[in-house]
């Protein structure tokens, strides 16, 4: 399950009332960034059928389930700096991370577990 902390969840909350749309964010991963699987924050998109879902404090976080073992027991944070602010994610699945934090390289690929 992906946890969001309060700051990450303010953060959600602030540009869905800007925005509109549903209450989700949904947490995905693609190829790419320096450490080769790079984190997809999606705030008021649609959750998918096929998607796993869960809900705090009336946000609904959504992942797509393909990466379900990469994302298990990730914590999304939210840092609010005019300098490096951002996304901050802690997962106990990356074995490495990228400098910037948006990248990792799983500590085991999804088909080796």
């Known amino acids: 399950m992906i946890t969001l902390t309060d700051a990450a969840a303010a953060e959600i909350r602030r ?3 800007a925005d509109g749309g549903p209450a989700v964010v949904r947490v995905g991963l693609k190829p790419g960034g320096c450490a ?10 649609p959750s998918r059928q096929d998607d796993g879902v869960a809900e705090r404090d009336g946000l609904v976080v959504a992942w797509d389930r ?8 990730l914590v999304l ?9 951002g996304w901050r994610f802690a997962n106990p699945n990356a074995g490495s991370t990228c400098g ?14």
Do not use: H, I, N, Q
């Not at 910037?100 to 577990?113: H, I, Q």
């Open 66 to 73: 393909e990466a379900a073992l990469l994302l298990e027991g």
């Open 15 to 17: 540009r869905l009332d």
């Open 100 to 113: 910037c934090g948006e990248s990792f390289r799983p500590l085991l690929e999804p088909d080796s577990r």
């Open 77 to 85: 944070d939210w840092v609010d700096a005019l300098m490096g602010g």
């Open 36 to 45: 080769g699987t790079k984190y997809v924050v999606e705030v008021g998109a």
